[in-house]
């Protein structure tokens, strides 16, 4: 293929995992012989992956505590990557978007007077952050765009009940595992050591940013009589709340008694400590009441652990319950409560289960492949 490709993401290394998204992404592309550049900040490390460009244009980008320094900073990279990027040679430029706004149509706008290929993937379909949809910057931002990908049917269909004419132009390519980024650590008890956790506990584990739609007060709510079941149980939760604090919880917390069955990290994980509490969960649970895709489901598969989540159509088109995971019920508290007490009361082949779910992780995410759909989509540009 002989299109360069710029993929230009400010976020990167900051306050997620994203950036190995973005690495998978770009060595399934160099894999399957695409020329790639990519822009992004100076907390994102370099992949060193041959024959990638990589640029930090955006800098410190999230450095200052003052949004209109932030914002110029972004605007400063934002347009120094374009341009760089379309005048050493690339026509095809690859967004990736989690909520929609006038900055994301601006920067579209830009491409398109520079004559280029505006490619973008679509993580939330509409931003949690947001109470409404904003229909018209949403039909605006996607008509623009000459390629759209979402990582599955659902959030498909999501984009085309906003903007149904563009259904041409949709194409589905998976979120990839984590696997080429990560070490694997199975050693339960020197991770139960090191996060000061029981050995003989069962351990849940919630992961990731702390959003509302993300359910853990389900996960709470249900957690008492959980305990009463199996007295032995711990929730680790391990994430930084998001648009808000930690008070609803904790307030759940107290109410129920449930603080001597909780360990509770409400910040950031550090990259080389996330394998620690993989490592230590018997179990990791998804309570989610709505999402598009989840990048935790990825990691949690990665890490070869089993995934509980709710029977949203994101999740359910990974985990097959009781095959390659456990699903319950979305937002329903009883089947929560039944779907852990079965589990824990050992009713289930965990060992297959696990090794079902090693497999599909390994063989239908994998990166090259992915990398193979985008280039096609990239091809018909």
Do not use: C
Request: glycine share 4%.
């Amino acid at each position: 293929m002989k299109k360069k490709v710029a993929i230009i993401d400010s976020l990167g290394a900051h306050g997620s995992s994203h950036h190995f998204y973005l690495f998978g992404q770009i060595r399934g592309l160099v894999d399957n012989k695409v020329n790639v550049s990519l822009y992004t900040n100076s907390n994102t490390p370099n992949p060193n992956i041959q024959s990638v460009n990589f640029y930090q244009f955006f800098g410190n980008l999230f450095s200052s505590k003052f949004l209109f320094v932030r914002a110029l900073k972004y605007i400063f990279g934002l347009v120094l990557s374009i341009f760089h990027a379309r005048f050493s040679g690339a026509k095809i430029f690859h967004f990736h978007i989690f909520e929609n706004n006038i900055v994301i149509l601006l920067k579209i706008i830009l491409v398109k007077l520079l004559f280029g290929k505006v490619v973008i993937t679509i993580h939330d379909v509409v931003s949690f952050a947001k109470s409404a949809k904003n229909v018209f910057l949403n039909n605006q931002i996607y008509s623009h765009a000459d390629l759209i990908f979402t990582h599955n049917t659902f959030s498909k269909k999501e984009v085309l009940k906003i903007s149904p004419q563009i259904d041409e132009k949709i194409l589905i390519v998976p979120h990839g595992n984590y696997l080429p980024f990560i070490n694997v650590h199975n050693d339960k008890e020197k991770a139960r050591d090191f996060l000061a956790i029981d050995r003989d506990k069962k351990v849940l584990l919630f992961f990731g940013l702390i959003k509302k739609v993300k359910g853990l007060d389900l996960l709470l709510n249900a957690l008492g009589e959980i305990i009463k079941k199996h007295p032995d149980t711990i929730l680790l939760i391990a994430g930084k709340t998001w648009k808000n604090n930690f008070t609803y919880y904790q307030q759940i917390i107290d109410k129920n008694n449930l603080a001597e069955n909780i360990i509770l990290h409400n910040n950031f994980i550090p990259h080389n400590d996330v394998k620690y509490y993989y490592s230590a969960a018997d179990l990791v649970v998804l309570p989610y009441k709505k999402i598009y895709q989840s990048g935790v489901l990825m990691m949690t598969l990665s890490y070869q652990k089993i995934a509980l989540v709710s029977d949203l159509s994101p999740l359910t088109e990974i985990i097959e319950d009781k095959v390659n995971g456990f699903i319950f019920k979305s937002e329903d508290r009883d089947a929560l409560i039944n779907k852990i007490d079965d589990i824990f009361s050992e009713k289930y082949d965990m060992q297959n289960i696990s090794s079902q779910a090693k497999v599909m992780i390994k063989n239908e995410f994998d990166w090259q492949k992915i990398g193979s759909l985008t280039k096609k989509g990239y091809q018909n540009l």
